[in-house]
């Protein structure tokens, strides 16, 4: 009789204590929201495969952009390199070369003085003419000495016209369609340099942005494939605070929105901004432990962490959302 007077004044105490928290509580108490850090990994591959002869970070370090990654030995690049410069020097020596005189101002020089002995002979036979129709028209000499002096004259005004000619022909650069010709093998061979330049240049692989080394997979010595990751970065702006909202609470977020972030050992006031929310509900993922069993579907909310928040990846982390 004692022992049930006992336990039923026992319930009352409970059901009362009960009612005065419920009458009591603090209202519009905010219920956090789980989740954890997650990160967009860049993983730095080379674009075409071979032995990596340098690498120069580790894991952990911090880079800044255009810092050297790792570098693949390029003897092969180089020597095509070399080649490609060989060549376009050959084909900018050609163009030079048509573009130029056909003759060498040696060679003209040598057909100057033909001209002038040209001229000279030409002078001696004018006179020698001249003085020989002289002669015929007074009819001291006989017609078949004029007519060899006018032989003579004819045959070295012949050989001076000749020698002008070959000089003019001298002065005459190549043909337009031979030098276009060379024109565009130039060109070729800059455009088969600058590939040759490019190939090299793309065996050192760089920063593209300042980052963290997440993970390294591969060591200075070992041979990799045509894209396949060397190591992988964590730029700071590909940090998101990754979260699950229940659908009765959905409404209360929104793209742009400021929430607060919470985690073990963490520095007071975190704050993230809303980047992202799903379309399609899911089931709450495994790794997220509610501290209330409630709601069986979720959305996928992601954070940008602001003031550049160095958190780890998978860390646990507690969200709440501000101004409610």
Known sequence: MKRALLIGLAVILAAGGFGAWYLLRPKGTVQGYQGYVEGYLVFMAPEDGGRIETLSVDSADQVKKGDALFVLESSTQLAQRNEADAKLQQARAELADLQAALQRPEQIAILRAQEERAKAQLSLSQTELDRQRTLYERGIAAKAQYDQARTAFDRDKAALEEVQRQIEAGRIAARSATIEAAEAAVNAAEAGLNQAETRLAKRRVAAPADAQVQDVFFRAGETVNAGQPVLSLLPPENRRIRFYVPEPKLATVALGQEVAVTCDSCQP?????????????????????????????????????????????????????LGE
């Open 269 to 321: 006031g975190l704050r993230a901004r809303i980047s992202f929310i799903a379309r399609e509900a899911e089931f709450t993922p495994p790794v997220i432990f509610s501290q209330e069993e409630r709601a069986k579907l979720v959305f996928r909310i992601e954070a940008k962490p602001a003031d550049g928040a160095n958190l780890p990846i998978g860390l646990p982390v507690t969200v709440l959302p």
